[in-house]
Every structure is written in C-alpha cells, then in structure tokens.
C-alpha cells in the first residue's frame, strides 16, 4: 500500500523558517518525481515545487522562489521542503505528491493528509 | 486569478451527467496533458483522470475526460450524492516552467 506522511507543520511568526517533510512507503521512491501542493484557507489547489527521481530538476512557483527548497534523500524513502522567510500568504495546508513519471511531469496519483503551515504574529 | 480558469460551481440532480471546463492556453492545455483530481473536505486530493482522458486503477468509468485545443473538460455521468467535492485541473505550463490548476469547481448534488 502506497503511503506519504507529512509532519513538520506548525504555528510560525512572519520571517521565520520551517522544514517539512514526506515519509513515503509502499513503492520505489527513487524512481518517481516528488511535488509539494497547498491548499490556503479558503482558496484552490496550488503546486508550490517538484523534484525530479534524480534530483537534477527541481522547479518552484513563483511566489516561493528563493525563499523554499526542494530537496529530497532516495535511501532515506523522504521528501522535504526548507521553508525559509515565512510570510503571512504562506498558510496552508501542505501536501506532498509522487508523480506518475521519474521527471516529475506526468501528475500526481498519490497525496499524502497534509500538514498545517500557519504562518501567524 | 489562476492560470487555468474553471467554473465556480456546478450542481446537478442524482443521475445526470455533468461537465466541468477547464480552459487554458497554448503553453500550457494546447501543449501538454490535462489531469483532473477530487478533493472532499477535509482529506487529501484524488487523481481522477491523467493524459486528458486516462483513468488510473479503480476510478470508475463514470469519470470521462477529453481535451481539445487550450481546453479540457471533464464529464461525470450517474450523478451521485457523494460525487460532492470540489473538482480541479492541472497542467504543465512551459512558460512558467511549473504546473498551474484550475481554481476549482465545487460539485453539489440537489
């Protein structure tokens, strides 16, 4: 059975930093694209970044680049995301993903429950 | 405002057939693959339809996709009270060099 669990989430003031992470069991983490997606209060479905299996490839949406990175560790099955400089429009929900293909390009089949960033003074 | 544009909400009656649209533009639907996914209050969001038009492993058939040119739609026939969710969809966007949804749909069942 495949699983993704988030943790890492927590109550933060603007400015500061957090990491997530994403345990995942249940398939071949290494060959598989990885993405982070939030869903803010009241709002939609938004991607935040993706890896590729290899970590070769990594994107961000605009919004978080040069404040959150990417990273992710094959022989450890984790996904991670280094949130630094927090601001108020990142509270969210954060949701790790695995993708249907190794470049991380093809959607996400699999979501883990999520985990609250709420970022607060 | 999202890259993708939905419409806010649908309804229909136990039964019927419904679509939701999803229009887009040439760097993103008119150049890559549509995926539609269902997100119940409060859990995780379901892949529902992948490369427009493919279900993955237990989605049922009720769940039809189709794209043509910057659009994407996806169809729900056999309406049924726990179809109420709120529907999104996705695509690669070469521009913006990430993926962008849909503002979702909210699905509701009279």
């Known amino acids: 059975e495949v699983q993704l669990v988030e943790s890492g989430g927590n109550f933060v003031q603007p400015g500061r930093s957090l990491r997530l992470s994403c345990e995942v069991s249940g398939f071949i983490f290494g060959d598989y694209g990885m993405h982070w997606v939030r869903r803010a209060p009241g709002k939609g479905l938004e991607w935040v970044s993706g890896i590729s299996w290899d970590s070769n490839s990594k994107a961000y949406v605009d919004s978080v680049k040069g404040r959150f990175t990417i990273s992710r560790d094959n022989a450890k099955n984790s996904l991670y995301l280094q949130m630094n400089s927090l601001r108020l429009d990142d509270t969210a929900v954060y949701f790790c993903?695995?993708?249907?293909?190794?470049?991380?390009?093809?959607?996400?089949?699999?979501w883990g429950q999520g985990t609250l960033v709420s970022v607060s003074s | 405002q999202s890259v993708l544009t939905q419409p806010p909400s649908v309804s229909g009656t136990p039964g019927q057939r419904v679509t939701i649209s999803c229009s887009g533009s040439?760097?993103?639907?008119?150049?890559?693959?549509v995926c539609w996914y269902r997100q119940l209050p409060g859990t995780a969001p379901k892949l529902l339809l992948y490369r427009n038009d493919q279900r993955p492993s237990g989605v049922p058939d009720r769940f039809s996709g189709s794209k043509s040119d910057t659009s994407g739609s996806l169809a729900i026939s056999g309406l049924r009270s726990d179809d109420e969710a709120d529907y999104y969809c996705a695509a690669w966007d070469d521009i913006l060099a990430s993926w962008v949804f849909g503002g979702g749909t909210k699905l509701t069942v009279l």
């Open positions: 040439n760097s993103n639907i008119g150049r890559n693959y």
């Open positions: 993903a695995k993708d249907l293909s190794a470049a991380g390009t093809r959607g996400f089949d699999y």
